[in-house]
């Protein structure tokens, strides 16, 4: 029997793209199967059950590492996210604290230009009233009361200087 050389796909330059070879040698592999189990049933029924058991074990030992290097990937693809939402997240937080920044500037500009205290100048005043309260304080405990006199008593004393004598 005359060996037949199994070209590509039609259309698929194998040396084109890493994706094109793949799905080359995925369509090799198909046919490569789809020859060996016509052979196998052409041929004897023990070698079907051969290749069948061989096919399982090559199975077996290819999903484990397909999935250790899907485990891998969704990994490494996980920690990639991750540090560009961080980045997002830092970027976001630094932009809102210009923001604010911003805001407040310019509402403490237009405070200042209505004339309105700022906390510091009304606690400044606070300060100062709490202080000249305390004077007055002091100022009163230390000067002596006056004598009051009844209201009637003053009167009097006042019409008898102006009063003329009898």
């Known amino acids: 029997m ?4 199994l070209r590509s796909r039609p259309g698929h330059d194998g040396a084109s793209n890493p994706s094109a070879r793949m799905l080359d040698t995925l369509h090799r592999i198909w046919l490569a199967g789809l020859g060996a189990a016509a052979k196998a049933q052409r041929g004897a029924p023990q070698l079907m059950d051969d290749l069948v058991e061989e096919g399982a074990r090559v199975h077996s030992e290819t999903r484990g590492a397909a999935e250790k290097a899907l485990r891998e990937l969704l990994g490494n693809t996980k920690a990639t996210l991750d540090a ?6 830092g970027h976001a937080n630094d932009a809102l604290e210009n923001l604010e920044k911003i805001f407040q500037t310019r509402v403490h500009r237009v405070l200042t230009q209505l004339g309105v205290p700022s906390a510091e100048e009304v606690e400044a ?16 405990r230390t000067r002596k009361p006056a004598r009051s006199r009844p209201h009637g008593t003053r009167r009097a004393a006042a019409s008898a200087v102006t009063a003329p004598a009898p």
């Open 2 to 5: 005359a060996k037949r050389k």
């Open 84 to 89: 560009r939402v961080g980045q997002a997240k």
């Open 125 to 140: 005043l606070s300060a100062r009233v709490t202080a000249l309260n305390e004077s007055v304080k002091q100022l009163n």
